[in-house]
Nanobody, 119 residues
Framework: QVQLVESGGGLVQAGGSLRLSCAAS????????MGWFRQAPGKEREFVAS????????YYADSVKGRFTISRDNVKNTILLQMNSLEPEDTAVYYC????????????WGQGTQVTVSS
């Protein structure tokens, strides 16, 4: 099972940018579909973005489309989430997640990193 550690969260003003990183350990990182999810206080965890094993396909929640960009480096075993034009509504704990090739959902999760956007 892949181990995931997020970093890069923090406090930023509305309109600013942050870049989140997720470092993965364990074999065969390139066989996992990777994703970012977030959970705001009092709300359920929601999907933010995902990227295919090869990095050729990406998917985004409508709320972040055009502002966030997900990418991966299968040599460095990392994924990134570049977040631009941040809004207070983006405030949440952001989680990195992995889905194995034959798994029905994201089964491996990081500990999360806090992103706070002030108005």
């Amino acid at each position: 099972q892949v181990q995931l550690v997020e970093s890069g969260g923090g406090l930023v003003q509305a309109g600013g940018s942050l870049r989140l990183s997720c470092a993965a350990s364990g074999p065969t990182f390139s066989t996992y579909t990777m994703g970012w999810f977030r959970q705001a206080p009092g709300k359920e965890r929601e999907f933010v973005a995902s990227i295919a094993r090869s990095g050729g396909s990406t998917y985004y929640a409508d709320s972040v489309k055009g502002r966030f960009t997900i990418s991966r480096d299968n040599v460095k075993n990392t994924i990134l989430l570049q977040m631009n034009s941040l809004e207070p509504e983006d405030t949440a704990v952001y989680y990195c997640a992995a889905r194995g090739r034959f798994e029905g959902g994201f089964r491996s999760w990081g500990q999360g990193t806090q992103v706070t956007v002030s108005s």
